[in-house]
C-alpha cells in the first residue's frame, strides 16, 4: 500500500458521525457522537468545520486546512486524523471544509469561505482566540498562509480579520501562485482554482505579494515531494527573510504526504514547531 492509500485509511478511520444541520447561515456548533462540534458558517454544505477541543485547558487554536490542489474530490477528512492529534497535545483544532474547485469554489469564493470560517471562532463559546495558528497542508497551506496576511491585504473585503492569525504553519504548501502556474503544477491546478491566467487578482490571492508578513510563518517540506516541488517553501522563505520577515523551513526526508501522517516523524517535528510559536 502506498503512502496516499496509508493516509486515505487513516482519515476514513476518523470519520466523525453525522451531525444535524442548522440552516439559518450562522456559526452554530453541534455536538456530535465523538465529542467533536459541528460549525456551520454558511449555508452551502461545504461551509463547516468540526471543532475539536483538548481533555484539559487549552494551548490555543489550530486551525486545520487540507489540501488536494483546491479540487472539490478532497475534504476535511484529510486533517481529522492532524485535528485528533492535535487535541490530544492540548490544542484546540479546528479542521476547515470550503468549497473547492467542482463545488462552487475557486476565486473568490475559497477565499471567502477561509476567512469566513475562521472569523466564526468568535461565535463560539468558552473559546480564547488570542492565539490562533493557520496549518495546511499543499493548497491549504497556500490558504494557511494567506489567512495570515490578512490584514495586508489593502482594498480587499478579507482584510480586517474578526479573528487575527497570530501564526502559520505550511506544510508543503503552494506558495507562489505564479511560479506554480508556470510549472503546471497539478496540471493546470491554479489556473483552474484561479479562472484563468496571471492577472492582478494574484496580488490578493498569493501569499508572495503580501511579503513580509507581520506574523510568524513556518514551512514544512519534504525533500523527495514530487507533487509541490521543495523550491516552493525555499523561495518563499528566503524572500521572506530577506524582506525582514520571521519565516523559517525545516526540510524532512520524505514525500509530499510524509508532512500529514500523524505517525511520522515530520508530524513530530511540526508539533514540536507549533509550541514555540
Not at 37 to 45: F, L
Not at 84 to 104: C, H, K, M, P
Not at 122 to 142: C, Q, W
Not at 166 to 176: E, R, W
Amino acid at each position: 500500500m502506498d503512502r496516499r492509500s496509508m493516509l486515505t485509511l487513516v482519515a476514513l478511520g476518523a470519520v466523525a458521525a453525522c451531525t444535524r444541520a442548522r440552516d439559518d447561515g450562522r456559526a452554530a456548533p453541534d455536538e456530535q457522537e465523538d465529542g467533536v462540534e459541528t460549525i456551520r458558517y454558511g449555508d452551502h454544505p461545504a461551509q463547516r468545520a468540526e471543532l475539536s477541543r483538548p481533555p484539559g485547558s487549552s494551548k490555543g487554536v489550530v486551525v486545520v486546512i487540507h489540501g488536494g490542489f483546491w479540487l472539490d474530490r478532497y475534504d476535511l477528512s484529510l486533517g481529522r486524523p492532524l485535528a485528533a492529534s492535535l487535541a490530544e497535545q492540548g490544542w484546540t483544532a479546528f479542521n476547515i471544509e470550503y468549497r473547492r474547485v467542482g463545488d462552487g469554489g475557486g476565486w473568490p469564493q475559497t477565499f471567502d469561505d477561509v476567512a469566513a470560517a475562521i472569523d466564526a471562532l468568535a461565535e463560539v463559546e468558552g473559546l480564547d482566540t488570542t492565539k490562533v495558528v493557520t496549518l495546511g497542508h499543499s493548497a491549504g497551506g497556500h490558504l494557511a498562509v494567506w489567512a495570515a496576511g490578512r490584514p495586508q491585504l489593502t482594498g480587499s473585503p478579507w482584510t480586517a480579520p474578526a479573528v487575527p492569525v497570530t501564526a502559520a504553519i505550511s506544510q508543503a504548501g503552494v506558495l507562489d501562485l505564479t511560479a506554480a502556474t508556470a510549472d503546471d503544477l497539478g496540471g493546470g491546478a491554479v489556473q483552474r482554482f484561479m479562472g484563468g491566467i496571471v492577472d492582478d487578482r494574484y496580488a490578493q490571492a498569493d501569499p508572495t505579494a503580501v511579503i513580509p508578513l507581520a506574523v510568524p510563518v513556518r514551512c514544512v517540506h519534504g525533500r523527495s515531494d514530487d507533487n509541490v516541488p521543495l523550491s516552493q517553501s525555499v523561495d518563499y522563505v528566503d524572500r521572506a527573510r530577506a524582506a525582514g520577515a520571521d519565516a523559517e523551513l525545516t526540510e524532512v526526508d520524505g514525500d509530499h504526504f510524509v508532512v500529514i501522517d500523524p505517525t511520522s516523524e515530520a508530524w513530530a517535528l511540526t508539533l514540536e514547531i507549533l509550541e514555540t510559536l
